[in-house]
């Protein structure tokens, strides 16, 4: 059974830390590229970061650029977003999702495999 299980979120207050897990059953990663999305109350769901599957380039939307940093260890069939001086604009439920092919895409549709999600509030 193909599965994707995100885990790490909580409660955090701003400026502080969190690392996201997503790690995969099912099948294995090496075959492709991972990326994170968020969704935020009354928001659309955007993408936060994704790694490449040919030369493990990354990217990251401008408002994380410098704060999150997404990692992959596929000995592990595992990609993590590490996230530091958080802010509450972070706030959302964060997604990890899958498409094998060898380099990242900005649309959703693009991508197979989804994970279930996990919460990130930042609040004081």
């Known amino acids: 059974q193909v599965q994707l299980v995100e885990s790490g979120g909580g409660l955090v207050q701003p400026g502080g830390s969190l690392r996201l897990s997503c790690a995969a059953s099912?099948?294995?990663?090496?075959?492709?590229?991972i990326g994170w999305f968020r969704q935020a109350p009354g928001k659309e769901r955007e993408g936060v970061s994704c790694v490449s599957r040919r030369d493990g380039r990354t990217s990251y939307v401008e408002s994380v650029k410098g704060r999150f940093f997404i990692s992959r260890d596929n000995a592990k069939n595992t990609v993590y977003l590490q996230m530091v001086s958080l802010r509450p604009e972070d706030t959302a439920v964060y997604y990890c999702?899958?498409?094998?092919?060898?380099?990242?895409?900005?649309?959703?549709?693009?991508?197979?495999?989804w994970g279930q999600g996990t919460q990130v509030t930042v609040s004081s």
């Open positions: 099912g099948f294995t990663l090496d075959y492709y590229a």
């Open positions: 999702a899958v498409r094998r092919r060898d380099y990242c895409s900005n649309y959703e549709a693009d991508y197979e495999y």
